[in-house]
């Protein structure tokens, strides 16, 4: 895949192109230029979306969340975070000190010597990891996914979402959700997302499936609710297992739905 800073940049020029074609100075030569363009090109590509009934509401609030997370504005502490920010650990200690993994802050609590400590829910892992926020930073962005049956996903976010909406569809009809689209998705997106945050494929498939057989089965009694171990015993797609070691799925003989959205279309107030 392309570098993104590249594409970005090859972006820039089709657009200054189409719309400055005589600019002497572009924004390759002046820092000026360069703001007003990247300010033109994201205000149209709003207004692209909104003409076209595209989501974007939740995307645009999502990044200046992260942007304030980041210190973008100075009255930003470093070490402030927001609930399910994606994080991963400074590196500076001992290596056997610093996990090697990267999740989203699922608990915040304040401390009184000032250091706000937290639970990182790690794609994978049973149990979330404890730290301070000064020991966490922003995550290295995951790659762009383009997917067969659920569109381009772009973050870490929205990966972990859409692996577990299909762990419920296949729990809830493990026969219609063995398409070969929907396996190879399915293990894309989850593998994907190990490699993010530092575990396994089939590590990341047990762990949200957890989370989808309790999300399906929300309103039950605590008391039945069956252990991990239980959940992953739990039959899914014949084809999953051949579809992780990436062996090509097995022909479906169902029909081929239309394609559909099941996004909601939202605008920007």
């Not at 929205?158 to 929907?182: F, K, N, Q, W, Y």
Request: aromatic share 4%; charged share 25%.
């Amino acid at each position: 895949m392309p570098d993104r800073i590249d594409a970005t940049l090859l972006a820039l020029d089709a657009y200054q192109q189409q719309l400055l074609p005589g600019l002497a100075i572009g924004h390759r030569e002046s820092r000026a230029e360069a703001e007003g363009l990247i300010h033109g090109l994201v205000d149209d590509l709003f207004r692209y979306a909104d003409h076209n009934d595209l989501d974007t509401v939740d995307f645009l609030d999502r990044l200046v969340r992260a942007r304030l997370d980041r210190d973008s504005y100075p009255m930003a502490a470093p070490d402030r975070f927001r609930l399910n920010a994606e994080v991963e650990f400074r590196p500076g200690r001992p290596a056997d000190d610093v996990p090697n993994h990267r999740g989203f802050i699922n608990e915040l609590k304040a401390s009184p010597t000032g250091q706000d400590v937290c639970a990182v829910r790690v794609p994978g892992l049973a149990e979330p990891l404890r730290a301070r926020t000064s020991d966490l930073r922003p995550a290295v962005p995951i790659p762009l996914i383009p997917t067969r049956t659920t569109g381009i996903v772009h973050s870490a976010t929205e990966v972990e979402a859409t692996v577990i909406a299909m762990s419920i569809e296949m729990l809830r009809d493990p026969t219609g959700a063995a398409d070969p689209p929907v396996l190879a998705d399915f293990a894309e997106l989850s593998g994907t997302l190990a490699n993010w945050s530092g575990t396994t494929p089939a590590a990341v498939v047990q762990h949200l499936r957890h989370i989808a057989w309790k999300t399906l089965h929300a309103a039950d009694d605590d008391t039945s609710a069956p252990s991990p171990a239980d959940v992953a015993a739990t039959a899914f797609p014949d084809d999953l297992t051949a579809v992780l070691r990436g062996d090509d799925p097995a022909p479906s003989t169902r029909p081929q739905p239309p394609p559909s959205s099941s996004r909601p279309s939202k605008h920007r107030p």
